[in-house]
């Protein structure tokens, strides 16, 4: 699985519409399969399965007619499609649903439904962009299940997500994206001892707390880095226990601290930056 994180407007749906074979490439060169998709885009999106940001269910039909309906885009023959659609209906634990309309299904079961209906060409890559967008944690994990289960059988798939601990969890490699360029390429684990430390000491303050301004020079070699924040400070330490020793040494007190291991969290906010991109 290869992910491509980044802030809203840096790229990533529109380099996954490229891949798809919906949008020119608008600089360098992409081969997909080994095939250019300038002059081999219906070879190519035989050989794809596309699961959108937006769920684009034919609402009216039933679950299992939905993806009878999709596969004849690829002209599976009917008792196939019906085979193919029975078997990926239980793979997404769907197979109690296929007469229900798609309008009776949660938002969880709509995405597990387009991530079938985007697997019924039995296709080489996926391409999924933020599958699990305003999912509840208990439909987040079983959809993770199912995407793994998919890499385990041997297929590529290619993931968007805003969700960091998704992006650690299910990618091999990945890329940070601003401002439509890579900024960092690796597995999560490289990126996070590349970018960050192996753990990240939280000390929060209340709110105009002078201690949060004085906070710098009081840190001076007590970590790798320190991040000064309105309501609290970072320090990015190998040893966070002892660093927090180190602080109530100096006289430092805050209202609560945090011990926790870096993540790729971390990484994405030290590459794109805290503000807010509209």
Not at 29 to 48: E, F, K, N, W
Not at 49 to 61: F, I, M, R, S, Y
Not at 212 to 226: E, M
Request: net charge negative.
């Amino acid at each position: 699985m290869f992910g491509f994180l980044g802030p809203n407007g840096a790229g990533k749906t529109t380099t996954m519409r490229m891949i798809g074979c919906v949008s020119p490439v608008t600089s360098g060169t992409l081969r997909v399969l080994g095939m250019d998709p300038a002059s081999d885009g219906p070879r190519i999106r035989a050989r794809l399965g596309v699961v959108p940001q937006a769920d684009t269910l034919d609402t009216e039909l039933s679950v299992g007619d939905n993806l009878l309906t999709y596969a004849r885009y690829f002209d599976i023959p009917r008792r196939e499609a019906r085979r193919r659609s029975e078997e990926l209906l239980d793979f997404v634990q769907l197979g109690d649903r296929i007469g229900e309309t798609v309008d009776s299904l949660s938002g969880g079961m709509k995405r597990r439904l387009t991530i079938a209906r985007g697997l019924i060409n039995n296709p080489e890559i996926i391409l999924l962009d933020e599958p699990t967008t305003g999912l509840d944690p208990q439909a987040r994990h079983l959809l993770w299940d199912r995407l793994y289960r998919l890499k385990q059988r041997g297929t590529t798939l290619v993931l968007t997500t805003h969700y960091m601990d998704e992006a650690e969890q299910l990618c091999d490699r990945l890329v940070v994206m601003d401002h439509a360029r890579i900024v960092a390429e690796g597995t999560p684990a490289s990126l996070i001892a590349e970018y960050s430390s192996r753990e990240v000491v939280e000390l929060r303050f209340a709110p105009d707390d002078a201690q949060v301004a004085a906070s710098v020079p009081a840190f001076t070699g007590l970590a790798q880095r320190v991040e000064v924040l309105p309501d609290r400070v970072l320090l990015y330490s190998a040893d966070g226990e002892a660093t927090v020793e180190a602080v109530y040494a100096r006289g430092i007190t805050p209202l609560s601290v945090l011990v926790r291991r870096s993540t790729l969290e971390d990484v994405f906010l030290r590459l794109t930056g805290r503000s807010l991109i509209e």
